[in-house]
């Protein structure tokens, strides 16, 4: 109990010494303890040592030139972080002259905060090697930690907007752990948006980054420059287990690369455990047509154990979805790909979907299932294996590739093409659904296929297993799927309602039952957050098909389904005839957003909405084109 109480007040020391600094033109210079008194320079900043908790507000509205930097000196405490924010009202803007260094720079420093704050540059072509905010360790050990952006706008930088780095050096071996990315923009720079990066070698098997978060953040226009490999990319984290990438919108990098080796929208190298989910990744570029990549996503060199699942990928040069091992890489495999979107990618090179892996190198498990894949034609892509899935041949082996309901829809192109030296390792293609538009489906499987029939006695995995044909060669009945892509900024990808299945679609319960056929799980929800069942057949494709055809407002009373009253209070109280039971289904609002879900039981079903405010609603049926309108009053 003593111990405890000396902790204890250690702390409560430590906290209250804590000290809010102001930062504002109109203050006297003088000690910066109040907006009266507050310093009017970023060098009284630069020149001051600050405490653990301390926090320093610029005024909003404001334009301060020079840049930030901090040290092991400053604070450097993950539990009490040095915070830099704003005050009044708006958003302060550091300006950083081309003849000086990077916006914000923190050496060897752990818990630290920039929050509502405007890091701006001198143009990116002008800027050359200098970071909007750098977090930089050239520590022998150690991870440093509780690191939080949010709100932080940064453009204008010759280098990388917001980078993460350990020193290039096999005796480093410190990094960053705990860090949260959050409603940032990043914008308008020359090298790369977000990066982490660290010395890595192919023998490597620890991580020096960990635990990530990116969230809600949008990279754009990251231009890359001419002949440089990786360079104007939005997001690509390296050296790095445990990652969480969401809900951002990355667009039209890589313009000026005209190398051959990235760039790409959001990709990971040297990676573990990543996760990148409700994404928009599209027009990302690849030099005027002359280099290769531009991608939208990517689980590149050395990665494992990572899902890229419910992200829409669209009008990207090049793959909407890169899986592959560059040469000198770890091993890669045991990867999943799922509910994903890919529509009129690969431009100008690759292909939609492109596999590859280079001698040397380890290549071994990717499951790709219900994703849906539509590419058209492109005059600019004169790539040889021009597909809708491509695996492509370097020379070296490719193994546990397995490829379950998924959708290939392509015009004219072949829908899938799988080089002679890959048969052997059983590629598998199992409750898929193709479609060239209307002409001949083509498959290549070592030799060329002209029909799903055809295709099926080219491999052991190739739509049948034993006795038993699987696939479909069909209109999968998508409206406006080949319509121009939208593009969903602001709004969530779950909006994407133009590619809506629609009731007659031979989709709808035609997939395999992974779990009974194989004995994994399908993920449990689909693009849109929809439940996929388990114990039944589910929809080929990204889209479980439950809700989107239900038209809003004005819905029709069902046959067999009644509301008790209207309008309810805290329950709906729904009379149900027998041949509804097991039927799922969902209650909307006005705007069509899903609320709650369940599953019709019985006779007498109750839901309760006792907690949803006041308005109407829909409940709809999964895969029926009516549904109920109530009040909550």
Known sequence: MKLFTSILCCLVLVTARATTYYVSPSGSNTNGLSPATAWTSLTSVNNFTFSAGDSILFKGNTTFSGYLEITQQDANNFNLPLYFGSFDQGVATILTPNTLNCGFKATNVQGVRLENLIFQGPGAQTASNKDGVLFYTNLASGYLKNIRLKNVNVNGFGFCGIRFYSEWSANVNSGYRNVLIDSCVVHDCRENGIVSIAYDDQNYTTYQHYGFQIKKCRIYNITGYSANSHKGSGIVLSQIDSVLIERCEVFNNGALNTACGGPGGIWVYAANGVTIQHNESHHNKSGSGNGCDGLGFDLDGGTTNSLVQYNYSHDNDGA??????????????????????????????????????????????????????????????????????????????????????????????????????????????????????????????????????????????????????????????????????????????????????????????????????????????????????????????????????????????????????????????????????????????????????????????????????????????????????????
């Open 320 to 633: 909407g979805y890169l899986l592959g091992n560059f040469p000198g890489a770890r091993p890669w495999g045991n990867n999943v790909v799922r509910y994903n979107y890919s529509v009129n990618d690969a431009r100008t090179n690759n292909s939609p979907v492109t596999l590859f892996t280079a001698p040397g190198t380890q290549w071994n498990g990717l499951r790709f299932h219900n994703n849906t894949v539509v590419v058209t034609n492109s005059p600019n892509n004169n790539y040889p294996s021009f597909s809708a899935f491509q695996m492509t041949d370097y020379g070296t082996q490719m193994t546990g590739v397995e490829c379950y309901n998924n959708i290939f829809l392509t015009q004219g192109l072949p829908v899938i093409d799988v080089p002679a030296t890959f048969i052997n390792q059983n590629p598998a293609f199992i409750g898929n659904l193709y479609w060239a538009g209307g002409g001949a489906t083509t498959f290549v499987y070592g030799n060329t296929y002209n029909s799903l029939s055809s295709f099926r006695s080219a491999g052991v995995n190739c739509e049948h297993i034993q006795n038993t044909n699987y696939g479909f060669e069909a209109d999968p009945l998508l409206p406006n799927i080949l319509s121009p892509a939208p593009t969903l900024y602001p709004q969530v990808t779950e909006m994407l309602s133009s590619y809506a299945i629609i009731n007659t679609s031979p989709m709808i319960n035609a997939a395999v039952n992974m779990s009974a056929l194989f004995g994994f799980g399908n993920g449990s929800k689909d693009y849109y957050g929809n439940m996929v069942p388990n114990s039944q057949a589910p929809e080929i494709g990204a889209e479980e098909g439950y809700f989107i055809n239900v038209g809003l407002p004005g819905l029709a009373p069902s046959d067999g389904i009644r509301l008790v009253q209207n309008p309810v209070v805290s329950t709906v109280r729904l009379h149900v005839d027998s041949k509804w039971y097991g039927s799922d289904y969902a209650v909307l609002d006005v705007l069509g957003n899903v609320v709650a879900k369940g599953m019709l039981q019985g006779e007498d079903e109750e839901i309760d909405v006792s907690e949803f405010s006041d308005g109407m609603y829909f409940i709809a049926v999964k895969r029926h084109s009516f549904g109920l309108k109530f009040i909550k009053d």
